[in-house]
């Protein structure tokens, strides 16, 4: 793997990416496949929405290698079914070693699932929703420092959503959403999977 000065990176498949992704087989997995690919499907838009949550002040890798386990915790993130949980899945939440149990993030991803079963049923769709925020022609980022913390789009539907009643999703964990989902392409430019 060959070290570049603006943020990429040259690795031994001979394929240039982002800087973030380092060696990990699990993130350059996520990077090539996952990050910045257009999601439309509200399943996985409120998934992404909880774990960037969870993702609160703790690494992605993290989250991403307990993914499997959290899937298996809450349903498949079917916000239907996680709608409906009370104490007693809260309490086996607390007790499953193979998620980040955290009282409050548990308690934020069922909140959120009824948030979502209220704006579906007002907007139509997660998926509407949150891509008419979308920033198609955001500035192409040239090297980490250009990429962005947060944006005006990620602040006012971070506000929007926790308007409706969500939890956990700050400016700054909204962007981190948009950009894996898709609404913003934060890929570096040279990076080999810029505006696939």
């Given at each position: 793997?060959?070290?570049?000065?603006?943020?990429?990176?040259?690795?031994?498949?001979?394929?240039?990416?982002c800087?973030?992704c380092?060696?990990?087989?699990d993130?350059?997995?996520?990077?090539d496949?996952?990050?910045?690919?257009?999601?439309?499907?509200?399943?996985?838009?409120?998934?992404?929405?909880?774990?960037e949550?969870?993702?609160?002040?703790?690494s992605?890798?993290?989250?991403?290698?307990?993914?499997?386990?959290?899937?298996?915790a809450?349903?498949?993130?079917d916000?239907?079914?996680?709608?409906?949980?009370?104490?007693?899945?809260?309490?086996?939440?607390?007790?499953?070693?193979g998620?980040?149990?955290?009282?409050?993030?548990?308690?934020?991803v069922?909140?959120?699932?009824?948030?979502?079963?209220?704006?579906?049923?007002g907007?139509?769709?997660?998926?509407?929703?949150?891509?008419?925020?979308?920033?198609?022609?955001?500035?192409?980022?040239?090297?980490?420092?250009?990429?962005?913390?947060?944006?005006?789009?990620?602040?006012?539907?971070?506000?929007?959503?926790?308007?409706r009643?969500?939890?956990?999703?700050?400016?700054?964990?909204?962007?981190?959403?948009?950009?894996?989902?898709?609404?913003?392409?934060?890929?570096l430019?040279?990076?080999?999977?810029?505006?696939?």
């Amino acid at each position: 793997m060959t070290d570049q000065t603006d943020g990429l990176v040259a690795h031994p498949d001979g394929h240039v990416r982002c800087w973030w992704c380092g060696e990990d087989p699990d993130y350059l997995a996520y990077h090539d496949q996952e990050w910045g690919v257009p999601v439309h499907d509200d399943v996985r838009l409120y998934e992404k929405l909880c774990l960037e949550g969870f993702q609160a002040g703790l690494s992605w890798l993290t989250i991403l290698r307990k993914r499997p386990a959290f899937r298996a915790a809450f349903a498949g993130f079917d916000p239907e079914v996680v709608a409906g949980f009370g104490d007693d899945e809260v309490a086996r939440l607390l007790g499953d070693a193979g998620i980040v149990r955290h009282r409050g993030k548990i308690e934020a991803v069922i909140a959120n699932a009824r948030a979502y079963l209220r704006l579906v049923e007002g907007e139509g769709s997660l998926d509407g929703f949150v891509w008419a925020y979308a920033e198609p022609d955001a500035p192409a980022p040239r090297s980490p420092a250009d990429v962005r913390a947060t944006s005006p789009a990620s602040v006012a539907l971070s506000r929007e959503l926790k308007r409706r009643g969500w939890r956990f999703v700050g400016p700054t964990t909204v962007y981190a959403f948009m950009q894996s989902m898709g609404l913003v392409d934060d890929h570096l430019v040279g990076c080999g999977w810029r505006s696939r």
